[in-house]
């Protein structure tokens, strides 16, 4: 069984890892391109590369794999292609190459939350569950046949960060358990209902930007869900104020504006308010509320906006 694994970021790495452990046969690995990263702009390869320069397999890398990728993955001969947050779009002449065709490792429980950012979606709506699907890649978004699915439910404080990791070991040990029913053809498709279907988008640092004029618990969940990236901010003194980590209070008060500034920083919302927990001012670094408020003086009625 000759399988190739396309696949980007950290998410896709414990997947890949898992195949390997199993004994299943990857015979190549296709990821995105090697980008510039942090300050220094040091060009450094996704994830998912280095776990297969580590283990000896065959990286082919490409910009848009529709144009350039189509004559290496024939010469390959998969017998099935696995993708997992690859970040690419792939043509019907690539999904018809395997046999047994692709499958994808997908963040949500479909249909629901389809797209780039299923991991935040579930987060910023304040969902109390989510999932791993592997489903049949067809030619939509995450539009194919389910053939199975794996449900967690998510913690009530925790961030995008955190069930990210979770999902990612979700994904690695369902894939593993579904291939053998694949292969000996003992798996069900399952069509997906379009009608209880959502479209997630990519996540802009824009949408990180709080408004204080909303709930204080879609406040929280906004936070979680932009921790780790790009993480949630809002305005003090005309700078920048990121804030990683938040709970709800029950203080009531003016919106956007600080209700209690001693050991603890409430800031008012729509209905209640919301404690701050984890922050970072422009030019410093993150710390938690108390350590912050040592050093920083901030008077009960001031703006956050």
């Known amino acids: 069984?000759?399988?190739?694994?396309?696949?980007?970021?950290?998410?896709?790495?414990?997947?890949?890892?898992?195949?390997?452990?199993?004994?299943?046969?990857?015979?190549?690995?296709?990821?995105?391109?090697?980008?510039?990263?942090?300050?220094?702009?040091?060009?450094?390869?996704?994830?998912?590369?280095?776990?297969?320069?580590?283990?000896?397999?065959?990286?082919?890398?490409?910009?848009?794999?529709?144009i350039e990728g189509v004559n290496d993955l024939k010469q390959l001969k998969p017998d099935i292609m696995i993708t997992c947050a690859f970040g690419q779009i792939l043509s019907q002449e690539i999904l018809d190459i395997p046999r047994l065709g692709v499958i994808n490792i997908h963040a949500s429980l479909l249909p629901k939350y389809r797209g780039a950012s299923p991991i935040h979606y579930a987060i910023l709506n304040g969902?109390?569950?989510?999932?791993?699907?592997?489903?049949?890649?067809?030619?939509?978004?995450?539009?194919?046949?389910?053939?199975?699915?794996?449900?967690?439910?998510?913690?009530?404080?925790?961030?995008?960060?955190?069930?990210f990791s979770r999902?990612?070991?979700?994904?690695?040990?369902?894939?593993?358990?579904?291939?053998?029913?694949?292969?000996?053809?003992?798996?069900?498709?399952?069509?997906?209902?379009?009608?209880?279907?959502?479209?997630?988008?990519?996540?802009?640092?824009?949408?990180?930007?709080?408004?204080?004029?909303?709930?204080?618990?879609?406040?929280?969940?906004?936070?979680?869900?932009?921790?780790?990236?790009?993480?949630?901010?809002?305005?003090?003194e005309n700078n920048p104020f990121k804030i990683f980590s938040a709970q709800t209070c029950s203080l009531k008060g003016e919106v956007g504006k600080i209700l209690k500034a001693d050991k603890e920083l409430v800031i008012g919302c729509k209905d209640y308010s919301v404690s701050l927990k984890i922050v970072q001012k422009a030019g410093g670094k993150a710390m938690n509320i108390a350590d912050f408020l040592r050093g920083n003086k901030l008077n009960v009625g001031e703006d956050f906006c």
Do not use: H
């Not at 696949?7 to 452990?21: H, I, Q, R, W």
């Not at 296709?30 to 580590?54: C, E, F, L, S």
């Not at 109390?128 to 199975?148: A, C, P, V």
């Open 1 to 66: 069984m000759r399988i190739v694994y396309l696949g980007t970021p950290d998410f896709a790495v414990n997947p890949l890892l898992k195949l390997l452990e199993n004994n299943f046969n990857v015979v190549a690995v296709v990821t995105n391109r090697d980008k510039p990263v942090g300050r220094k702009q040091i060009m450094t390869p996704p994830p998912v590369k280095t776990v297969a320069m580590q283990n000896g397999i065959p990286c082919f890398q490409y910009d848009k794999i529709r």
């Open 127 to 163: 969902e109390k569950e989510t999932g791993i699907t592997i489903m049949k890649t067809d030619i939509g978004i995450d539009t194919g046949d389910i053939i199975s699915q794996s449900q967690i439910d998510i913690k009530d404080d925790e961030t995008c960060g955190e069930l």
């Open 167 to 236: 999902l990612s070991m979700l994904g690695a040990d369902l894939v593993v358990q579904t291939l053998p029913k694949i292969i000996d053809g003992s798996c069900e498709f399952i069509k997906q209902d379009d009608s209880k279907a959502s479209l997630t988008k990519i996540i802009r640092k824009e949408m990180a930007k709080i408004d204080w004029d909303n709930k204080a618990e879609d406040i929280v969940n906004q936070i979680r869900a932009f921790n780790p990236s790009p993480v949630a901010y809002t305005t003090f």
